[in-house]
């Protein structure tokens, strides 16, 4: 089945700085690839997702970006803010499996 | 259009008992995921349902079932519970299932002593 190793599982970084989490997903077959936020105490929403084939999507300060070949994704967020704080997930999913593969997360701390 | 809710939010178990937790997904909705989240391990993956019917099931031993009502709404059920089953069990519900944006309720927090 498919597995997914995101890294790194803590990061810290000042305000204003950028963050990057990046993933690795092991079944060529997957190609929806979603990022998802949790902060403390609520549910997981979904903050941006990609698909096999667009190779990079932006929105607003956050983008995610793709390489099949590789077979890995990444998330950069620029311009991070005390309210990026949180826990974020990356997710694969593809063929006809019908479920979504979770990365362990990353919790990610921004200091005022 | 309302959110995906859950219910109870809060549950406290003792080891041997069965507990059953309650999913309503987002009207029009047909798939129900239920996820297994504990610290460390992230979001686990329990089975997915779509039109009463379960199409895939992760990792999880027999005492992990579930089912689907003709409304869609879902419910998942742990038999003789183990302290290890505490955790904070989500579920998420798409319009198809597979390759889009899932959803996710509250979550029922299940502790078991």
């Known amino acids: 089945g498919e597995n997914v190793e995101q890294h790194p599982s803590t990061l810290s970084v000042q305000e204003g700085d950028s963050a990057v989490i990046k993933c690795t997903y092991s079944?060529?077959?997957?190609?929806?690839f979603p990022w998802y936020k949790q902060e403390l105490g609520k549910r997981p929403q979904l903050i941006i997702d990609?698909?096999?084939?667009?190779g990079e999507k932006k929105d607003q300060r956050i983008a995610v970006t793709l390489n099949k070949t590789a077979k890995h994704f990444s998330l950069h967020i620029t311009e991070t803010q005390p309210e990026d704080s949180a826990v974020y997930f990356c997710?694969?999913?593809?063929?006809?499996?019908?479920?979504?593969?979770f990365g362990k997360g990353t919790l990610l701390t921004v200091n005022p | 259009k309302a959110g995906v809710t859950q219910t109870p939010r809060y549950l406290i178990k003792t080891r041997g008992q069965q507990v059953t937790l309650s999913c309503s997904p987002i009207?029009?909705?047909?798939?129900v995921s239920w996820y297994q989240q504990t610290p460390g391990q992230g979001l686990q993956f329990l089975f997915e349902y779509f039109s009463e019917t379960q199409r895939n099931k992760g990792n999880f031993p027999g005492r992990f079932s579930g089912r689907q009502f003709s409304n869609s709404r879902s419910e998942m059920n742990v038999s003789t519970l183990e302290l290890g089953d505490s955790a904070l069990y989500l579920c998420a519900s798409s319009l198809y299932g597979g390759g889009e944006t899932q959803y996710f309720g509250p979550g029922t927090r299940l502790l078991v002593l």
């Open positions: 009207s029009g909705h047909r798939s």
């Open positions: 079944d060529s077959a997957s190609n929806y």
């Open positions: 997710a694969a999913s593809g063929g006809s499996n019908y479920k979504l593969t």
């Open positions: 990609i698909r096999s084939n667009v």
